[in-house]
């Protein structure tokens, strides 16, 4: 087993890490060892040096990689290099040493509220089993802010339908409470309806036509698909509804700790982007509204 492939069975069976963080990580760290062997010949990652580390995330920044990316996978060396640090492979971590690029603000993407209930309301989903099921899917995810491996994963087990609750699993394995608004209620229950004739014993709540689990790139496509139909936004992923969730949330004067308690953010500081989304929004308005602007 190489050193690599050491790392990643520790991310995955010591740190529990989700399968798509895993291949995140494995790619990343692949990237870099190609970048090596090209200049350096066979590499050797144990004698690793902060200057070719540094020239690496260099390179990912000339060659056009926004400087979230480069800082995400110099996060992965870093992650690496102190594994191999740990394990007593090395004597010091040379990504340490390698500061990651300077990053601008991002708002995030969010698609208005008027548009949400557009598409919510206005019968764009077809009276099928796939229809059923991709209206909740759209309805869970911008109801409840949860995340795609979170909606993926979520079972029938984990559904309160008495108190409109579902338990979610989210980072790190920890569990949270979120609610659900009682307006879904009706699109679980047709769901539901019309799932139990494709496969009723299968424990997860969403499922292909087939009868499986939903996967990754099928919530992506549903996702991307329906938000075509009433907005321009570049982005149109499971995460865009995600920020539309807390944007909204903001917008209409919900607490910012317990907002970052729905979406099971670690720290406050996560969470603080989104009210400079809602600072954009009160410029707007005061823009309109104000006589002297």
Do not use: W
Not at 96 to 110: A, D, H, I, S, W
Not at 113 to 120: A, G, P, R, S
Not at 171 to 191: C, F, G, Q
Not at 253 to 259: E, F, P, Q, R, T
């Amino acid at each position: 087993m190489t050193l690599q492939e050491e790392f990643i069975h520790y991310l995955q069976f010591e740190k529990r890490y989700s399968a798509h963080t895993i291949v995140a990580y494995k790619k990343d760290l692949d990237q870099f060892i190609q970048y090596m062997n090209e200049r350096v010949g066979e590499f050797d990652v144990k004698k690793g040096t902060s200057k070719q580390i540094r020239s690496y995330v260099a390179a990912l920044m000339k060659e056009g990689s926004q400087s979230r990316t480069a800082s995400r996978k110099l996060a992965t060396l870093k992650s690496f290099y102190r594994f191999l640090l740990r394990n007593e492979y090395i004597e010091t971590n040379p990504a340490q040493l390698v500061n990651p690029p300077k990053m601008g603000k991002k708002l995030p993407t969010f698609v208005q509220e008027e548009k949400m209930n557009n598409l919510l309301d206005l019968g764009f989903f077809a009276d099928d089993f796939e229809g059923a099921r991709n209206l909740c899917i759209i309805s869970l995810l911008y109801g409840t802010g949860i995340r795609l491996a979170e909606l993926k994963n979520l079972k029938m087990a984990q559904v309160n339908f008495h108190e409109h609750v579902i338990r979610v699993l989210g980072k790190r394995n920890k569990e949270r409470i979120v609610p659900y608004p009682r307006s879904i209620e009706p699109v679980l229950k047709d769901y539901l309806k019309k799932r139990e004739e494709i496969s009723g014993n299968n424990e997860f709540l969403f499922l292909t036509s087939g009868g499986k689990q939903i996967y990754d790139k099928m919530i992506y496509r549903v996702v991307h698909h329906y938000l075509a139909m009433v907005t321009t936004v570049a982005k149109k992923s499971p995460h865009v509804l995600r920020h539309s969730f807390a944007t909204h949330l903001l917008n209409h004067g919900a607490d910012l700790n317990a907002v970052k308690e729905l979406l099971g953010h670690s720290n406050l500081s996560a969470t603080q982007i989104y009210t400079h989304t809602t600072f954009e929004k009160l410029k707007e308005i005061y823009k309109q509204a104000h006589p002297r602007d």
